[in-house]
């Protein structure tokens, strides 16, 4: 069947904290309700949960399942963790991003992302495919194994009011430079003059970059400084 949201003929009582539009929009009159999970029946009506109606992509108009895209990226040998998400884009609403944890022994450059779109456009549809691929050391979990999704796509995304209308800064562009710098000596001019020197190891949850130096210590970089590759 067709991937559709699921409702549960009679939901539990719950509300969403501190968001009464939310619980409203999760229960209908006759007692029915949602967790807002996506899914479909297949034709001996068993149920199948595909994704979470929140992380469907609308890219030019047609709804994408990030769970799809996932899986497929999972299945490369070397990925050992994968999220996917969409980032605004000026003509089709949003595109689709994917930041991969490579596996130990992978090299994360431009040679492992073409590989991984390759793979990707092998299985899936041309539509579905990862625009873009961005690497991590350790993708951010809760402490029961939930993927922050929010957490990674917030890194992509520095809104401000101007009229109000949002408008996107320039953190897309921010982040991805220091998915660059990930291994690779690294430079960094601090405030009150200080100057650290070191390795930069991977991205910190904050999207700050995780520097260590010579004597072993690790020291965050914050999105304001400069970063000087040596």
């Known amino acids: 069947g067709e991937v559709g949201e699921i409702w549960f003929e009679r939901s539990s009582e719950f509300r969403y904290l501190n968001d009464d539009d939310k619980t409203s929009e999760s ?9 807002g999970d996506l899914g479909y029946l297949d034709a001996d009506g068993y149920l199948y949960l595909t994704d979470r109606k929140a992380f469907t992509i609308i890219a030019g108009g047609v709804n994408v399942y990030p769970q799809e895209i996932e899986d ?42 073409a590989e991984l779109v390759a793979h990707c456009r092998a299985h899936l549809a041309g539509f ?13 979990r ?7 999704k929010r957490v990674l796509r917030d890194r992509y995304l520095t809104w401000q009011l101007a009229g109000g209308d949002a408008v996107r800064s320039g953190a897309a562009e921010a982040y ?11 430079r960094a001019s601090l405030p009150g003059g200080e100057v ?18 010579e ?9 304001g400084d400069v970063l000087l590759v040596r």
């Open 27 to 35: 229960r209908r009159a006759n007692g029915s309700g949602t967790f």
């Open 72 to 113: 497929v990226l999972l299945a490369h040998p070397a990925v050992v963790d994968a999220a996917v998400f969409g980032i605004p884009h000026p003509e089709y609403g949003e595109e689709i991003k994917a930041v991969v944890q490579p596996a130990p022994g992978a090299v994360a450059d431009d040679s492992l992302r």
């Open 128 to 140: 579905k495919c990862p625009r873009s691929i961005d690497f991590d050391a350790e993708l951010p």
């Open 176 to 186: 991805a430079e220091r998915c660059l710098m990930v291994g690779r000596p690294v």
């Open 142 to 148: 809760e402490p029961n194994g939930k993927l922050m």
């Open 196 to 213: 650290l020197e070191g390795t930069a190891v991977r991205i910190g949850h904050d999207g700050s970059l995780v520097v260590a130096t």
């Open 215 to 223: 004597d072993g210590a690790e020291r965050q970089v914050a999105a």
